[in-house]
T-cell receptor, first 112, second 115 residues
Framework: RKEVEQDPGPFNVPEGATVAFNCTYS??????FFWYRQDCRKEPKLLMS???SGNEDGRFTAQLNRASQYISLLIRDSKLSDSATYLCVVNQGGAGSYQLTFGKGTKLSVIP | DGGITQSPKYLFRKEGQNVTLSCEQNLNHDAMYWYRQDPGQGLRLIYY???????QKGDIAEGYSVSREKKESFPLTVTSAQKNPTAFYLCASSPRGGSFNEKLFFGSGTQLSVL
């Protein structure tokens, strides 16, 4: 079975802290990687794609380590509004095919 | 505004009853998907469709059925054969489907509960 594993948390951090989540995947042929954010009982929303060279969007940095088969998400200067569940999503179907696998999510609570 | 509309937001099913969840999109996307989410669990794929009049089973298709008669519509029927239907159901779409770098756009979900 092709798995995507995440630490479920919860991660409870104070405002302004830096927090990092990891996600491991089992299929070395995986081609694309994403982080989605999901608020309680709402739909997931794309936070960022993860590129081989790593990418940054404001306070968020995503990195990919193909050799160790994990991706990471770093959040700097945490805000109360960052409180949510962060879903790791991997397309494990290989090039040209669709097989998105979702992790169970990591819950983040930013505390005043 | 373009988007995906799911209805109803809350749905209750009696024992032995079939219920249908609606999903409509006006994004002109080719591909549409149905996921199920249980508390503390990741999303699991029920069915997906990459073009009109064609659809494929996902990981947990048993007890569910779908149709794709129109590009913009992908309704999901939860049949009486699905013995544990209580869950949060999410519909999604993507522009082409089958592309490994496709991003998903989600509807706001339907919470289904059994009476």
């Amino acid at each position: 079975r092709k798995e995507v594993e995440q630490d479920p948390g919860p991660f409870n951090v104070p405002e302004g802290a830096t927090v990092a989540f990891n996600c491991t995947y089992s299929n070395s042929a995986s081609q694309s990687f994403f982080w989605y954010r999901q608020d309680c009982r709402k739909e997931p929303k794309l936070l960022m794609s993860v590129y081989s060279s790593g990418n940054e969007d404001g306070r968020f940095t995503a990195q990919l380590n193909r050799a160790s088969q994990y991706i990471s998400l770093l959040i700097r200067d945490s805000k109360l509004s960052d409180s949510a569940t962060y879903l790791c999503v991997v397309n494990q179907g290989g090039a040209g095919s669709y097989q998105l696998t979702f992790g169970k999510g990591t819950k983040l609570s930013v505390i005043p | 505004d373009g988007g995906i509309t799911q209805s109803p937001k809350y749905l209750f099913r009696k024992e032995g009853q079939n219920v249908t969840l609606s999903c409509e999109q006006n994004l002109n996307h080719d591909a549409m998907y149905w996921y199920r989410q249980d508390p503390g669990q990741g999303l699991r794929l029920i069915y997906y469709s990459q073009i009109v009049n064609d659809f494929q089973k996902g990981d947990i298709a048993e007890g569910y059925s779908v149709s794709r008669e129109k590009k913009e519509s992908f309704p999901l029927t939860v049949t009486s054969a699905q013995k544990n239907p209580t869950a949060f159901y999410l519909c999604a779409s993507s522009p082409r489907g089958g592309s490994f770098n496709e991003k998903l756009f989600f509807g706001s979900g339907t919470q289904l509960s059994v009476l």
